[in-house]
């Protein structure tokens, strides 16, 4: 406020009363300190817009024609408590008639030119017609063509959006309404007019009504067209009034593209961009280190399947990239082990925490405790007990359990076993594939990364077999081709069973044969099985050097982006 150029004003409220509690400042504004109102000066000069008037002129009494005649003999008025002003109630040709009391008891929403009226009984919000019309609020008052038209539910919410457009503009553009969220068929008689504007912006109610009425309108109006509001508030009249005119008219502008369910806009994707962008990868452990320079480590929202020959070290590598995530991170991991017990799990692991092999010594069991206290103290991993009963439906439900308890990586060993006793009904290929997308839809629900062990097919005979060193290719995969295409990264090794040097026997020849992250493949650095500490190692260099191999490698520091 400014300094007060004028005191002892009366009140622009007709229900205060006041005649001398009113001051009015420089700039124009002006307070009232009976009934603590705050006048702009747009306000004061536009208040001869809300003004009562001479209250004997009589309601219609007739029906039809004649009472049309007695309807236009009312005034033109604003809507004080909807701040619409009387330019806008002028330019639309809105009537109003009067109470006892001098209020505005009822409106008068001229359609067809004025052929026919919608009659609003203001204090009952009852609604009647004089000769009812299928046509739109406003209409007649546009010409057909132009960049944008604005189609509301009602005639209060088109007078709003018309008097926040004149109030930005001091012009009036294409502003017409139904005259209700069930007239959608006044849309389908006037779809060429309609239709010949750029763009047509549907203001509807934010109700059920409104979204029913919404989706017929697209329909109507056709997808090239529509753009669709998003009001904080139930209609436009409430976003007028409880926020301002450049609210109303932001949310106009803000209106989007209609988009299909299942389809993603432009906002939506660069939103899932930023997001894709900044999940982090997590590095595999140093053991297979040379495996980040290819693939990039692990991302939630992938599967990644491991395949080897019978006895490769599957089982082991896993084992190897679940401690590191427990020894490097603070999250959560869930496995399914479907080849041994949790209790073997649960072992091999205590005996991993301590670099000691179960398979080569006994440890006593306090000893082991330590272990095992390392890896499951801090109750951070959660295993299937599957109890030798397997089924798809159940172990998905407990993957979903996994997930929402706040694993965020899944170790399933092996999926062929999950599909040997079939599928609901389904065997084979078509049991692998419904597996397949049910696990794909989990990691993108959720998100979480799935470590998934895969069998290969038998080798013709006469041939290399994978237990002698032969390293698989994606076509070696056994079952169905959705193993290979739903994967997003696979992970091929092997090792010489048979070899007569230790070295070699135990030496892990490994490949990236997909990555759909990076797109690189091909061989990597080769991992050391070290039989006394049941863990692996980096190969220092080729077996057939008969070089030493590096000792096993426990990363302390937490993982960055591969």
């Known amino acids: 406020m400014g300094n007060v150029v004028q005191k002892d004003q009366p009140c622009l409220k007709s229900e205060c009363g006041s005649s001398d509690a009113r001051q009015v400042y420089d700039d124009g504004s002006s307070f009232c300190f009976s009934c603590q109102s705050f ?20 309601k219609p009494k007739t029906k039809g024609s004649g009472e049309i005649l007695e309807i236009e003999q009312y005034p033109v008025r604003g809507f004080r408590e909807r701040d619409i002003k009387k330019p806008v109630t002028d330019f639309y040709h809105v009537r109003v008639s009067y109470d006892g009391a001098g209020n505005i008891d009822t409106h008068y929403y001229p359609y067809d030119d004025g052929k026919a009226y919608k009659i609003r009984d203001v204090e009952n919000k009852d609604f009647r017609w004089v000769n009812k019309s299928s046509s739109l609020f406003g209409i007649e008052h546009f010409q057909s063509g132009g960049k944008r038209l604005i ?12 008097q926040a457009s004149y109030d930005r503009y001091q012009k009036f553009y294409p502003v017409v309404g139904l005259s209700s969220s069930a007239m959608t068929k006044s849309l389908l008689e006037k779809r060429e007019w309609i239709r010949s504007f750029d763009e047509v ?85 140093p053991c297979v280190g040379s495996l980040n320079d290819k693939i990039k480590g692990m991302r ?51 005996g991993m925490a301590l670099n000691r092999n179960p398979a080569d010594e006994e440890i006593p069991l306090a000893e082991l405790k330590v272990g095992f206290d390392k890896v499951f103290g801090d109750d951070r991993i959660i295993l299937l007990d599957h109890q030798g009963s397997i089924s798809d439906s159940s172990i998905m439900d407990q993957l979903e359990y996994m997930a929402l308890s706040g694993c965020k990586k899944l170790f399933i060993d092996h999926i062929t076993i999950l599909v040997s006793e079939g599928v609901d009904n389904l065997v084979g290929n078509e049991a692998q594939d419904k597996v397949m997308n049910d696990l794909l839809r989990l990691t993108k629900r959720h998100p979480v990364w799935i470590g998934l062990v895969s069998h290969l097919r038998k080798v013709q005979v006469g041939t290399k077999s994978f237990e002698e060193g032969k390293l698989p290719s994606l076509d070696d995969i056994r079952g169905s081709g959705s193993l290979k295409q739903i994967s997003f990264d696979i992970i091929a090794f092997a090792r010489n069973m048979t070899a007569e040097d230790e070295t070699e026997r135990n030496t892990i020849e490994m490949s990236a044969l997909k990555c759909r992250f990076t797109g690189l493949t091909g061989k990597v650095d080769s991992a050391f099985y070290h039989f006394k500490t049941g863990r692996l190692g980096v190969a220092a260099q080729s077996f057939s050097k008969k070089e030493t191999f590096t000792k096993i490698q426990v990363p302390k520091s937490k993982p960055t982006n591969a």
């Open 39 to 58: 006048f702009k000066k747009d306000f004061e000069d536009d208040v001869e817009q809300f003004t009562k008037v001479d209250k004997t002129v009589p």
């Open 151 to 162: 189609i509301t539910e009602g005639e209060i919410d088109a007078l709003s959006v018309a």
């Open 201 to 285: 912006i549907i203001c509807f109610d934010e109700d059920d009504a409104g979204a029913k009425a919404r989706t017929e309108a697209i329909r109507i109006i056709g997808a090239d067209k529509a753009k669709i509001t998003k009001l904080f508030y139930n209609d436009a009249s409430d976003v007028l009034v409880n926020e301002s005119p450049k609210a109303l008219m932001q949310a106009l502008f803000d209106a989007a593209p209609f988009i299909p369910a299942g389809i993603i806009g432009k906002e939506d994707l660069w939103e899932s961009l930023v997001k894709f962008n900044d999940t982090p990868s997590f590095p595999y452990p």
């Open 300 to 350: 939630d929202g992938e599967i990644t399947m491991f395949i080897s020959g019978t006895g490769s070290g599957k089982s082991t590598l896993l084992r190897e990239i679940m401690m590191h995530i427990l020894e490097t991170s603070d999250e959560k991991i869930g496995i399914v082990s479907l080849e041994e017990s949790p209790a073997e799990t649960a072992r091999k692991l205590a």
